[in-house]
Protein backbone atom coordinates (compact mmCIF):
# COMPACT_ATOMS: atom_id res chain seq x y z
CA UNK A 1 0.00 0.00 0.00
CA UNK A 2 1.28 3.65 -0.63
CA UNK A 3 1.50 6.43 1.60
CA UNK A 4 -1.33 8.84 1.26
CA UNK A 5 -0.18 12.01 0.31
CA UNK A 6 -1.14 14.90 2.54
CA UNK A 7 -3.95 17.15 1.51
CA UNK A 8 -3.35 20.52 -0.13
CA UNK A 9 -5.65 21.76 2.87
CA UNK A 10 -3.36 20.09 5.76
CA UNK A 11 -1.33 23.16 6.25
CA UNK A 12 -4.31 25.40 6.47
CA UNK A 13 -5.87 22.89 8.71
CA UNK A 14 -2.85 22.23 10.75
CA UNK A 15 -2.93 26.63 10.97
CA UNK A 16 -6.39 26.62 12.21
CA UNK A 17 -6.14 24.20 14.90
CA UNK A 18 -3.07 25.64 16.60
CA UNK A 19 -4.12 28.03 19.37
CA UNK A 20 -3.13 31.67 18.64
CA UNK A 21 -0.85 34.15 20.34
CA UNK A 22 -3.72 35.52 22.55
CA UNK A 23 -5.28 31.97 23.30
CA UNK A 24 -1.75 30.65 24.35
CA UNK A 25 -0.95 34.24 26.68
CA UNK A 26 -4.71 33.55 28.81
CA UNK A 27 -3.85 32.93 32.36
CA UNK A 28 -5.34 30.08 34.00
CA UNK A 29 -6.62 31.97 37.07
CA UNK A 30 -9.80 34.06 36.71
CA UNK A 31 -9.11 37.74 36.95
CA UNK A 32 -10.09 40.26 38.76
CA UNK A 33 -9.13 44.19 38.43
CA UNK A 34 -8.29 45.80 41.52
CA UNK A 35 -11.06 48.19 43.41
CA UNK A 36 -10.26 51.09 41.61
CA UNK A 37 -10.19 50.41 38.43
CA UNK A 38 -13.55 48.16 38.86
CA UNK A 39 -15.51 51.18 39.90
CA UNK A 40 -18.68 51.61 37.66
CA UNK A 41 -18.22 54.07 34.72
CA UNK A 42 -19.77 57.27 34.13
CA UNK A 43 -22.42 56.41 31.39
CA UNK A 44 -20.97 57.89 28.00
CA UNK A 45 -21.67 61.04 27.07
CA UNK A 46 -24.51 61.42 24.26
CA UNK A 47 -23.62 60.96 20.61
CA UNK A 48 -23.13 64.21 18.68
CA UNK A 49 -24.93 64.73 15.47
CA UNK A 50 -22.16 65.36 12.98
CA UNK A 51 -22.80 66.29 9.68
CA UNK A 52 -20.36 66.40 6.78
CA UNK A 53 -20.17 69.26 4.32
CA UNK A 54 -19.87 71.71 7.19
CA UNK A 55 -22.92 74.12 7.98
CA UNK A 56 -25.50 71.78 6.62
CA UNK A 57 -28.24 70.09 9.15
CA UNK A 58 -28.95 66.75 9.56
CA UNK A 59 -30.82 64.94 7.22
CA UNK A 60 -34.56 63.75 7.76
CA UNK A 61 -33.70 60.32 7.99
CA UNK A 62 -31.82 61.15 11.80
CA UNK A 63 -34.35 63.53 12.65
CA UNK A 64 -36.64 61.61 15.20
CA UNK A 65 -39.54 63.78 14.35
CA UNK A 66 -39.39 61.87 10.64
CA UNK A 67 -40.53 58.34 9.96
CA UNK A 68 -39.52 56.82 6.31
CA UNK A 69 -42.73 54.88 4.64
CA UNK A 70 -43.42 53.64 1.49
CA UNK A 71 -46.11 54.27 -0.82
CA UNK A 72 -47.04 52.38 -4.09
CA UNK A 73 -47.41 55.60 -6.66
CA UNK A 74 -47.13 55.40 -10.86
CA UNK A 75 -43.76 55.91 -12.03
CA UNK A 76 -44.82 58.25 -14.17
CA UNK A 77 -46.85 60.44 -11.13
CA UNK A 78 -43.51 60.30 -9.36
CA UNK A 79 -41.26 61.13 -11.89
CA UNK A 80 -43.86 64.14 -13.46
CA UNK A 81 -43.54 65.41 -10.22
CA UNK A 82 -40.22 65.11 -9.18
CA UNK A 83 -39.27 66.82 -12.75
CA UNK A 84 -41.97 69.60 -12.35
CA UNK A 85 -40.21 70.37 -8.43
CA UNK A 86 -36.99 70.73 -10.38
CA UNK A 87 -38.24 72.61 -13.25
CA UNK A 88 -39.99 75.51 -11.38
CA UNK A 89 -36.53 75.76 -9.40
CA UNK A 90 -38.37 74.66 -6.08
CA UNK A 91 -36.65 74.29 -2.70
CA UNK A 92 -38.72 71.57 -1.60
CA UNK A 93 -38.50 67.91 -2.76
CA UNK A 94 -40.68 64.78 -3.13
CA UNK A 95 -40.90 64.29 0.30
CA UNK A 96 -42.10 67.49 1.08
CA UNK A 97 -44.16 68.17 -1.51
CA UNK A 98 -46.29 64.58 0.05
CA UNK A 99 -46.05 66.04 3.42
CA UNK A 100 -47.63 69.18 2.58
CA UNK A 101 -50.49 67.53 0.53
CA UNK A 102 -51.33 65.21 3.55
CA UNK A 103 -50.95 67.90 6.21
CA UNK A 104 -53.21 69.89 3.85
CA UNK A 105 -56.09 67.09 3.29
CA UNK A 106 -55.79 66.86 7.14
CA UNK A 107 -56.67 70.49 7.65
CA UNK A 108 -59.45 70.16 4.93
CA UNK A 109 -61.01 66.61 7.20
CA UNK A 110 -61.55 69.19 10.45
Known sequence: MQPQEPSKFAGALGRLKRPTVEEQE???????????VAAPLEAPPAPVRMVSGGGRRAGKR???AYKQISVIMRK?????????????????DFSELVEKLVSDWLKRQK
Not at 26 to 36: D, G, L, M, N, V
Not at 79 to 87: F, H, Q, T, V
Open 76 to 92: ETNRLASRKLEDIGSEM
Open 26 to 36: QPTSSFEPPAE
Open 62 to 64: SDP
